[in-house]
């Protein structure tokens, strides 16, 4: 099956730029000394999953235990649920954990911590737990020198059925850096506060084996991870606009596009309609404060026509205004006028997303090419 | 099954309001003298399908083909298309209508047009075609006193495989109004502009026995539809908090809610996080331009303790930051301090987003809840 074969609008996703990324970062954790716990939280894929996992330790993280669920189910026994849980979730991590998986929840609450205690006295369940540190992400985690800290880890520590597992952070606010040496300053604090957690448990006579850190800027560029065990980036295996937009990545290295179609003209306005809106883009807009606003996304340089022959190329392209299944694309500022027809209707184009782990929750599976041949069809786990 | 044991996050839909809101434009439809074709672009669901339709002629709008094999496979038999149709489509188009639906397809493009016969008369399938009319959105179609308009008519009025229907218009920029009278201009321009094309296919001697207009806004606002024979809202049916903000409902007419768990609590930032982000919430941000910027979703009225009573009026919330699984509440500005002792880690908030459509599109189902009481679970078809 060719590119041209496929319906609108469709995910692709590019074999050979998976794969770079994939052996980059693996490259990257093995030289800094810690093991890559990938995030499938942007891909949500098993066959991914078992690329990225290739050469490390087989560990993964995860967002939701619907993720959870389908990754056991696809063989995969070392997870990481790497956002708080709640008590009334622990029926169902301990149902997940029941065939053998050790399936790793998170808290930052010391009454979340008295929570799965008690759970786990009453049930005869065991959990394994990590601390949430917050160093400087603001969203979630206590801080490594709070007696928060100290608190959760004791009332883990001394719960029969918890195995305090060690302490996790992400930094988040790496995505607010615009400059390398920006993320390398988040990425040593983030080690750094990280680390100070895990020896601040071990001076209080706790084991504190896991010391878990992650965001893709942050893995990219950390000059030192030591005292970190391991990493636990996520976007990097597709990359996206945004991630070009901070250096974390080149827009060569974007491996996921959405597919699309030119449905009308607009010469009056110098618009085309392609049939990816909101819905096949997603409304994230994180490239809007950044250097390069590309709208709701940016058309790549690889534009098909209706015999399926690469198009000459075109002027910079952004998807400037979407609603639910209609995107409007218009030039760049600057880029000067449309090529109409370069661009007639019929023709397709592919569109980088701002945002791939947002762009490709919409979509039930990934087209797996290279060149313009399908060479797989690879589903995903949506929802909760 | 009460809400309380649903995990979360969950789309919840009160069928109550849901009801009347189905009720209540139904029967804006029959006084103003039209047929009602609701858009199922925002409910994507074959059981509110079948609500939605009641006492009107059963037929229904659709964003995606996905939606028309769906609704075909549930009985619906008159269904309109109306995203601009490629050519690369048709095939489909054709298969859908085999067993006798009336899919009706929509264009705005001479050289479309022109694909479209050429197909029909290739292939021996025959087609429904509207022209779709800009009537002041200016996303798709082209102007009622257009030299385009007549020049497409004539490629489908000549077309031997090609019924040409009619004409359509969408007053999308309706969204944009931020008063009820000036939501009237638009529905009297959407109404002039659709009929004025209609009168200009007729005095060429070209049937045009369709004349469709829709948006949920000018839908119920229109003091007149002299001319229209259809309107075709969607949105109404849930309502959002974008809509409250332009009075095209009010707060208490929104059906759809997100239910989300507290997972933490931050009072150092007064901040308590949720387990509803950007993929249960949506990044819509429609509300940021409005009177009433909520963020990514309003914190309803209504919460619920870790006993499943109704806990005590709250201040007003919003959710002021997501990531993927991660949301931010925060009180509204000047809404006084959060109430921390109220909504412990494992309580449970609804909270009614900024755009239905975009919100309801991650999930796979809806709970219809009365009361504290789930009463059914309503599959919805999602993706392309």
Redo the contacts between chains.
């Keep these: 099956m060719k590119i041209s074969d496929l ?4 995910l692709l996703l590019e074999r050979g730029r998976l794969d770079a990324n994939l052996a980059n970062m693996s490259a990257r954790a093995t030289g800094l000394g810690v093991a890559l716990r990938p995030h499938m ?1 942007t891909t949500k894929s098993a066959d991914i999953a078992r690329l990225a996992t290739a050469g490390q330790n087989g560990g993964i993280t995860v ?3 619907k993720e959870a669920a389908y990754f056991i189910a696809n063989g995969f026994t070392d997870i990481t649920y790497a ?7 622990l029926d ?1 991590v301990a149902a997940l954990r029941q065939d053998g998986a050790r399936l790793t929840v998170l ?3 010391a ?2 911590a008295r ?1 799965i205690a008690a759970h786990a006295e009453a049930t005869g369940a065991r959990f394994d737990v990590l601390i949430e540190i917050d160093t400087g992400d ?3 985690g206590v801080a490594p020198d709070s007696r928060a800290l100290m608190d959760i880890a004791e009332i883990l520590d001394q719960a029969a059925g918890v195995d305090l597992r060690g302490v996790l952070t992400h930094a ?1 606010h790496s995505y607010d850096c615009r400059s390398v040496a920006e993320i390398q300053t988040v990425a040593e604090a983030e080690r750094a506060g990280a680390v100070l957690a895990a020896e601040r448990l071990r001076a209080a006579g706790m084991a504190c084996p896991v010391v878990s850190v992650g965001s893709t800027p942050t893995a990219v560029y950390a000059r030192d991870l030591s005292g970190v065990t391991e990493m636990r980036p996520g976007v990097y295996m597709f990359n996206d606009v945004f991630q070009a937009s901070i250096a974390a990545c080149t827009l060569a290295d974007i491996a996921v596009s959405v597919l699309a ?6 010469p009056e ?1 110098g618009e085309i ?1 392609i ?1 990816a809106g ?3 883009l ?4 994180s490239t809007a404060v950044g250097p390069r606003d590309v709208g709701y996304g940016l058309v790549a340089g690889l534009a098909v026509g209706l015999d399926g022959a690469e198009l000459p190329e075109l002027p910079e392209l952004h998807v400037v ?1 979407v ?4 995107g ?1 694309v218009a030039t760049a500022p600057g880029a000067g006028a449309l090529p109409f027809a370069a661009l ?3 023709s397709r184009l592919r569109v980088l997303p701002n945002h791939a ?2 762009t490709a ?4 599976c990934y087209h797996v090419v290279e060149g313009d041949e399908v060479i797989a069809t690879w589903p995903r786990v ?3």
Tied chains: 1, 2.
């Design positions: 319906a609108t609008p469709a939280k967002s939701t235990l956002v708080g849980i709640s008590v009334g979730k169902q808290t930052d609450n009454e979340v929570g603001h969203r979630a988040g179609t030119v449905t009308g003209h607009h306005r309609l049939d909101g819905l096949a997603s409304k994230d807009r205004r609603s639910q299944e209609h409007v007639p209707p019929g782990c947002m929750a919409a979509y039930d949506n929802g909760w």
